[in-house]
Every structure is written in C-alpha cells, then in structure tokens.
C-alpha cells in the first residue's frame, strides 16, 4: 500500500515557499524593473499604457483578439 502524503507535507519537507508568494515577488520584481525604464523606452510605453489616453504621443489603440 502506498502512503498518502499530503500536499503541507512535500511543502515543509523541501522548505518550498507557497507559490502565491513567489508569484507576487515576481510580478514586484518586474514592476519595479519597468518603474525605472527610461519613459521613452517602447517597453514602458506599451506596458503603462491606458485604453482611451489623450493627450502626449498619440499612439495607436492596441487589439487583441482572440
């Protein structure tokens, strides 16, 4: 018979962080990389953009379709 192992088991076992938490110090990580870009980067531009901004470049709305 195999025994049941449960999923808090295998967590404190490999000392694993909950994967919520590496998940949200992922996403800080890239906000704060994207905070410090250079305004004019393309990068920046296209991730801080908001739908329906006037004024400043104007740029194409992005579609997505799907």
């Known amino acids: 018979m195999v025994p049941h192992v449960q999923n808090g088991d295998v967590k404190r076992t490999i000392k694993q962080s909950h994967l919520l938490g590496i998940v949200q110090a992922q996403l ?7 905070v410090r ?3 004019e980067t393309n990068a920046k531009k296209i991730l801080t953009a908001s739908p329906g901004r006037t004024g400043g470049d104007q740029q194409d709305d992005l579609v997505v379709c799907g």
């Open 37 to 39: 870009m250079p305004n």
């Open 28 to 34: 800080l990580f890239l906000f704060g990389h994207i």
